[in-house]
């Protein structure tokens, strides 16, 4: 994300991401991973991959923010059933020209302008409180 310098007081929280999917690709070897290229609907600059794959034990769903480039990588962690369901809805969408939307809602809450651009001072790992879909089919 771009680095930005300025008066804190103009700038307001944003506790949930949106993202328009670009592109889906999933990759199976010996576990199922799907992988998103997604740009912002509320941030101004940037682009984000997202990582989709198995639930272990330790795993939490998180999103990187980078201060060096204009790039936030999400890793959410689904069981496999869930990640297949998921799959198969997207497939649904394949001919259609809306585009799929994922809301991620975040615990700690960024800061951001009316601009769209975010207030990032350093690299940082934020863990989401949950995460949605709207997948259009018709």
Avoid: H
């Avoid at 929280?13 to 993202?19: P, T």
């Avoid at 592109?23 to 101004?44: A, Q, T």
């Amino acid at each position: 994300m771009k680095l930005v310098n300025t008066n804190k007081d103009s700038w307001m929280e944003i506790d949930k991401i949106v993202l328009v999917v670009n592109s889906i690709d999933v990759d199976y070897s010996e576990k199922l991973s799907v992988n998103l290229s997604c740009n912002f609907e509320n941030i101004s600059k940037g682009r984000c991959k997202v990582r989709i794959n198995e639930k272990t034990k330790k795993s939490s769903n998180s999103l990187s923010i980078f201060t060096d480039q204009a790039l936030m990588i999400v890793d959410i962690k689904y069981d496999y059933v869930e990640i297949e369901k998921l799959v198969n809805f997207m497939i649904l969408n394949k001919n259609n020209k809306k585009k799929i939307k994922a809301y991620i809602a975040i615990i700690e809450n960024l800061m951001g302008n009316d601009s769209g651009c975010l207030f990032v001072n350093k690299d940082m790992e934020v863990n989401s409180k949950s995460i949605s879909w709207n997948i259009p089919i018709i």
